[in-house]
């Protein structure tokens, strides 16, 4: 039956010169409108049928007409390429036809429909047809037999689709036990569930308020997507049947619908393509820029194809919805295009045949979501980086405060500072040398600190008001400050804690700590001696001081000094003691020297 189509030898796809522009080359052949299109990549070949009856296979690599498959009294309305080898085509003659795609022989003619055939899908070695007399029938491709028909709707039947509910790898399908189903939508403005082992009903899907045009199946979360003249999209759950949803944004007939990931693209007679959040149901993107209606749409490499009614196909970038390019040739109305590999095949009513080179569009694309990629793998590392440091920073924080507890009788020597300074700006501690003949008035609020003890890190400080004093000391050589019982016994137990420490946390302690820690003990100690031998000279008429009391002063203001310089002094004694890499060592030398001092 087939006739060869011209032979005539060109270049392979390498050595094609661009005919204008994008447009690599136009293949003609067909004398009625190209009503539909397929393309095997294994086989390498493209099968287009025709209002002229035929349907043509095109070499791929020569981009030349193999054979001419004659035979349909009909325009052919659909077509498909079957296990690389044969090519299926279905007409508005009522049959179904099997093709050798080497010899363009028909091999097998299937008739069983009452009127034309709209739409054909294959699932492994079936085919389910629809048609114009209101029903579906399922085609065994080996034996050319009818093996089930479905009836039930009440008008014509156009889109389908195939839900694989079993997940099966294999290549054969037993009809007599599966749980696979088919979906259908009409023009009796109904969707149907159907058994593929039954060929019962299992649901209909009412809602729509005109004829069902087209319809696209969600196979991973079993949700059903269908378009209609209505204007709407509706969005079924294909397990009890129940509508989840209504899409609302266009003004006229939806034509086409496709699923990319979690977005639904839908094109409609209003001249736009709407970009649903699929989960959700919200527009996310609208692409118009077309002067005519929309005939066919085709998502590939994150680029949106559209075929339109002034001859023009167009690539929008899916995210930012720019238009990046307009591919102008065909004289009419684009029925149907196909992308593949850097190649975008588009089919018109004016019998051709026209393949674009999409390469420099997938570049850039490619280009894109590479640096999309990189600047996701860039964000993740530094959000990886951010809990890192916090992590490391809880850790920190919590290892000081591990310190500071174990630290048991040290005071914050700032807090020590506030409390114990004077109100008025002349600082015994501040590097001054009281004499004999020197006089200053002091009017503070002085707080006495309880001692340190061994399990209580808790400082109680009570207020006591301080009136006006004169001490008069003079200066009295070798004098050894006396220290309270209860002092000794406080640096004591600390010294003693202290040589208790393990290895370990003598490493993490500072050594500022440790001096800081001794000065301040120091500090307190001088407040709470110098404040037993205070005299209140309030009195105008009190007593003149007895020759004690004069010792007392004395010895009260030579000890002030011998804290005063130990204070200041030995703290970078301290230090020096204890900074050599021998802590343990050293620490027992300090311990001893801090015992003679004292």
Not at 124 to 129: A, G, H, I, V
Not at 203 to 216: D, E, F, N, S, V
Not at 378 to 407: A, D, F, I, R
Request: net charge positive.
């Amino acid at each position: 039956m087939g006739a060869g189509a011209s032979r005539k030898k060109t270049p392979s796809n390498g050595g094609l010169q661009k005919e204008k522009g994008f447009l690599i080359k136009t293949l003609s052949g067909h004398t009625g409108g190209i009503n539909c299109i397929d393309y095997s990549a294994k086989a390498k070949v493209i099968i287009t049928g025709s209002d002229d009856r035929t349907a043509r296979v095109w070499d791929f690599d020569t981009f030349s007409c193999k054979v001419v498959l004659e035979g349909h009294t009909g325009y052919v309305t659909c077509c498909k390429s079957w296990h690389d080898h044969f090519a299926i085509t279905a007409s508005f003659d009522r049959s179904v036809r099997k093709w050798n795609l080497t010899s363009g022989n028909c091999v097998m003619k299937m008739e069983n429909h009452c009127h034309k055939i709209n739409q054909l899908i294959i699932h492994k070695s079936f085919m389910f047809t629809t048609s114009y007399d209101k029903t579906v029938i399922c085609w065994n491709l080996r034996t050319g037999e009818a093996e089930r028909n479905f009836r039930g709707h009440t008008n014509s039947v156009g889109p389908i689709a195939y839900l694989d509910l079993e997940n099966d790898d294999s290549s054969a399908l037993d009809l007599t036990d599966t749980t696979d189903v088919i979906l259908t939508g009409s023009i009796d403005e109904t969707a149907k569930i159907w058994s593929v082992e039954t060929a019962k009903c299992r649901a209909t899907l009412r809602g729509h308020k005109g004829p069902i045009t087209c319809l696209c199946v969600d196979q991973n979360n079993r949700m059903l997507y269908t378009g209609s003249r209505d204007n709407t999209v509706k969005k079924w759950n294909l397990q009890n049947g129940k509508l989840l949803q209504t899409f609302k944004g266009h003004t006229d007939t939806i034509i086409r619908m496709q699923l990319f990931g979690k977005m639904l693209f839908s094109a409609s007679l209003d001249r736009t393509v709407c970009c649903w959040m699929a989960d959700y149901g919200d527009v996310i993107r609208k692409y118009k820029d077309h002067d005519h209606m929309i005939s066919d749409i085709h998502v590939y490499q994150g680029i949106l194809f559209t075929g339109c009614g002034d001859g023009k196909v167009r690539a929008f970038d899916i995210k930012s919805g720019n238009l990046k390019q307009t591919y102008k040739g065909h004289s009419y109305v684009v029925n149907c295009l196909m992308a593949d590999q850097t190649f975008v095949f588009s089919c018109s009513y004016d019998g051709n045949l026209k393949i674009w080179d999409i390469n420099p569009l997938v570049k850039d694309r490619l280009k894109e979501e590479k640096h999309e990629q990189q600047q996701k793998q860039q964000k993740q590392e530094q959000q990886k980086l951010l809990q890192q440091q916090e992590q490391h920073k809880l850790q920190q924080q919590q290892l000081n405060n591990n310190t500071s507890t174990s630290s048991r009788g040290s005071t914050s020597l700032s807090h020590v500072n506030e409390v114990t300074s004077p109100t008025n700006d002349y600082s015994v501690r501040g590097g001054r040398k009281l004499t004999s003949h020197s006089r200053r008035r002091m009017d503070s609020k002085a707080k006495s600190t309880t001692s340190f003890h061994t399990n209580n890190s808790n400082n109680q400080n009570n207020n006591n008001n301080l009136s006006e004093q004169k001490l008069m000391t003079s200066p009295i050589a070798d004098v050894k400050p006396v220290f309270s019982n209860s002092f000794r016994h406080s640096v004591a137990s600390n010294l003693e804690r202290r040589r208790l420490k393990t290895s370990e946390e003598r490493k993490r302690s500072d050594c500022d700590e440790i001096a800081d820690e001794i000065v301040e003990m120091i500090e307190l100690e001088s407040e709470t001696t110098s404040s037993g031998y205070e005299t209140s000279l309030d009195d105008a008429n009190s007593t003149a001081p007895s020759t004690g009391d004069l010792k007392r002063r004395k010895s009260a203001a030579q000890l002030w000094h011998t804290l005063d310089d130990a204070a200041m002094g030995k703290r970078d004694v301290i230090k020096r003691e204890i900074t050599p890499t021998s802590r343990m060592e050293n620490d027992v030398i300090m311990e001893e020297e801090i015992l003679k001092m004292l």
